[in-house]
Antibody
Framework: EVQLVESGGGLVQPGGSLRLSCSAS????????LHWVRQAPGKGLEYVST????????NYADSVKGRFTISRDDSKNTLYLQMSSLRTEDTAVYFC????????????WGQGTLVTVSS | QSALTQPRSVSGSPGQSVTISCTGT?????????VSWYQHHPGKAPKLMIY???NRPSGVPERFSGSKSGNTASLTISGLQAEDEAEYYC?????????FGGGTKLTVL
């Protein structure tokens, strides 16, 4: 059974940093690209970032480019999102998502972790 | 990376059919056959319902179907059931990223 468990969310001041983690199990981690998607309170889903299966192709939404860094540790089956220079508009539930290989779709989602940026 | 356009809400009675539209541009919906649809119940993880415009993942009922014409994709749900009430999001690959629609609230009357 595929499982994606996010952690690391919490309250942080504007300008601060936070690192999210996503622990994966139930599939061959190294075979899949992984994504981060977020949902601000009362808003829709917003794409954040993608890292491909071998980690050498990374993409970011314009809204987070230069501030967020996605990475993966295949030895730990874990995906990360390092967030810096956080803004109030980064407040959201952050979902870790497994890629549907070869189909450019997001086929399994974690439950999400809440990040609140506020003074 | 502008969001795809979806109606804010749709509704239907049990047993009826509803269609949710998703309009983008030639840089996303119109340029790739990689449109996907997600069902999201509040407080739960979103669920993939359609990928590659019209493909259903294993376990998704045949009542859910997808299509595309030009820059507009559509999700049709036939034989509405109470448990279909949720928020639905379209999503398209856009070359180096993905772009979502704003979401459509489906109410089953």
């Amino acid at each position: 059974e595929v499982q994606l468990v996010e952690s690391g969310g919490g309250l942080v001041q504007p300008g601060g940093s936070l690192r999210l983690s996503c622990s994966a199990s139930g599939f061959t981690f190294t075979n899949y690209a992984l994504h981060w998607v977020r949902q601000a309170p009362g808003k829709g889903l917003e794409y954040v970032s993608t890292i491909n299966d071998n980690g050498n192709t990374i993409n970011y939404a314009d809204s987070v480019k230069g501030r967020f860094t996605i990475s993966r540790d295949d030895s730990k089956n874990t995906l990360y999102l390092q967030m810096s220079s956080l803004r109030t508009e980064d407040t959201a539930v952050y979902f870790c998502v497994k890629d549907l290989r070869g189909n450019y779709a997001l086929d399994f989602w974690g439950q999400g972790t809440l990040v609140t940026v506020s003074s | 990376q502008s969001a795809l356009t979806q109606p804010r809400s749709v509704s239907g009675s049990p047993g009826q059919s509803v269609t949710i539209s998703c309009t983008g541009t030639s840089s996303d919906v119109g340029g790739y056959n990689y449109v996907s649809w997600y069902q999201h119940h509040p407080g739960k993880a979103p669920k993939l319902m359609i990928y590659g415009v019209f493909n259903r993942p294993s376990g998704v009922p045949e009542r859910f179907s997808g299509s595309k014409s030009g820059n507009t994709a559509s999700l049709t749900i036939s034989g509405l059931q109470a448990e279909d009430e949720a928020e639905y999001y379209c999503c398209s690959y856009a070359g180096t990223c993905w772009v979502f629609g704003g979401g459509t609230k489906l109410t089953v009357l």
